[in-house]
């Protein structure tokens, strides 16, 4: 009797690769960075780096829409997220993103034969250029606003009543520093209109109510310095 002789079934698709066809989406991933930049910082996971997105920017060969990363101000890499499927677009966004990565704005020039995906890239770029300045505007602000406030104090002066009419000053300090002299107050005259600037360019120069009387306006000038000084102590 005739032994049976096993058959071995091999699976078609244990032997036949499967190769995997991906559609086209008619949208092109293109991205530079500048020499100096990690690829870390290229891709936004950097250090300070911040990532933005343009607008979508809608043309007649179909959207445009890039991404953008920052370190600070400075334009470090473009992405586009969004591009017409077509030879001549494939060829210029390089040309684009070079040309913004030099200029570090969105003023660059049309690439020949792309001009309706260059507005739309320049748009989208300067959508997203604009984004970030606002963030960092709004994030500053109130640090920076805080500090201003807490370096700049402006004073004013004691009225002082003179035989001409009365003195009084406003003072402006940056931390210690006197930046500027405001007359809130003085006699309406000719001489003392003609003194006023001198009291302040010596107020200035001096840093402190130690200056000299302006000759021909003896009264006012005593004014002004017992208010600037007035002023000084107040500010302390």
Do not use: C
């Not at 698709?13 to 020499?35: F, M, R």
């Not at 990363?69 to 400075?74: L, P, V």
């Not at 402006?172 to 360019?201: C, R, S, Y």
């Amino acid at each position: 009797m005739k032994r049976a002789i096993p058959v071995l079934v091999l699976s078609v698709a244990g032997l036949v690769p499967v190769w995997l066809y991906e559609p086209s989406l008619g949208i092109v991933s293109t991205e530079a960075a500048t020499p100096s930049a990690s690829s870390s910082a290229a891709s936004g996971s950097g250090s300070g780096s911040t990532v933005v997105k343009g607008s979508t920017v809608q043309t007649d060969k179909g959207p445009v829409q890039v991404q953008v990363t920052f370190q600070g101000t400075k334009i470090t890499a473009v992405k586009m997220l969004q591009q017409p499927n077509h030879p001549q677009t494939t060829a210029a966004v390089p040309k684009l993103i070079a040309e913004t990565l030099e200029a570090q704005s969105a003023d660059i020039d049309t690439v020949s034969g792309a001009t309706i995906t260059s507005g739309g890239y320049k748009e989208s770029l300067q959508a997203a250029i604009d984004a970030n300045a606002e963030s960092a505007s709004s994030s500053a602000s109130p640090s920076a606003s805080a500090s201003a406030a807490a370096q700049s104090q402006t004073v004013d002066g004691s009225t002082v009543n003179t035989d001409k009419g009365p003195v009084q000053v406003q003072v402006t300090f940056e931390g210690d520093e006197i930046t500027a002299v405001k007359m809130l107050q003085q006699p309406n005259h000719p001489q003392t209109t003609a003194a006023v600037p001198k009291l302040i360019a010596e107020t200035l120069e001096a840093q402190s109510a130690d200056i000299d009387t302006v000759s021909g306006a003896t009264i006012t000038s005593g004014g002004y310095k017992e208010s600037l000084q007035a002023a000084i102590d107040a500010k302390g």
